[in-house]
């Protein structure tokens, strides 16, 4: 077995493991395999493996890698985690399935009307900046209902819940605070009459709290393909 065949059983582990401690099936966790900075061959190898949801951050890497790998759709899934830039959104709305980080209604507004007719509506999550740090990207949690209720309006998205990145934490209670927090917020929404399925939460590192707070898509990066060198970036 390849070493990201390894990795991939063992996250796939601790998946299940964490979905059992939260009294849910392993079923209802997705795994998205970030593989930003790692070659469409590693890609492939994980898909050999059984990956089906892939995970992007940078759109020029992204899209070299979706054109080498078109062979492999519609099998597998491309989704944009990345910070969304107002005039990158075009390519992002042709060529990604879903986008987990819109953060501001306008660029929603621009996904919406630059999402080819032949293509399903993009699935969309907004991203928010549940710990309050000043300086990571997201929407404020009290500004988030508006907002939600205005995305899910666009014609050609279809809002499937929300995203975060809470700041690292040592503890696995301290984990699940921000995660808690989030879910609180879905439950509003939910509550309000939006019809959200998704809460996009936990990473290599904190993956277990996240499941044991609701998380239905994990995204994991340096436990599936190992360490980055962002030295390219
Ligand atoms: C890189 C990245 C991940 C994966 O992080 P790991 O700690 O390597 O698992 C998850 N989410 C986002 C938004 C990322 O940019």
Redesign the pocket.
């Known amino acids: 077995m390849s070493d990201i065949a390894v990795r991939l059983d063992t996250v796939r582990r601790r998946i299940g493991l964490a979905a059992a401690d939260a009294h849910r099936s392993a079923s209802s966790v997705e795994l998205m395999a ?1 593989s ?1 900075t790692f070659p469409a061959e590693a890609i492939r190898d994980a898909h050999r493996h059984g990956q089906r949801i892939f ?1 992007e ?1 940078y759109l020029q890497e992204a899209l070299a890698k979706i054109e080498a790998l078109a062979d492999l759709r519609p099998a597998i899934e491309w989704h944009f ?2 910070p969304v830039q107002s005039n990158k959104t075009r390519p992002i709305a042709e060529h990604f399935d879903w986008v ?2 819109v953060d501001r209604l306008k660029i929603a507004e621009r996904l919406s009307a630059q999402r080819p007719e032949h293509l399903a509506p993009l699935n969309v999550c907004i991203q928010v900046n549940i710990s309050g740090e000043a300086t990571k990207s997201g929407l404020a949690a009290d500004a988030v209902p508006e907002v939600a209720r205005a995305v899910a309006a666009l014609p050609r998205l279809r809002l499937r819940g929300l995203m975060a ?1 809470p700041e690292p934490a040592q503890t696995l209670e301290a984990q699940r605070m921000p995660h808690r927090a989030l879910r609180a917020l879905f439950d509003v929404l939910r509550n309000d009459g939006l019809a959200l399925d998704t809460l996009s939460i936990g ?3 904190d993956l277990e709290a996240a499941i044991l707070e609701g998380a239905t898509i994990v ?5 599936v393909f190992g360490t ?1 060198d962002y030295a390219s970036h």
């Open positions: 970030v930003k995970g951050s985690i990345g987990h980080s990145i990473m290599s590192d995204r994991v990066g340096t436990a980055r």
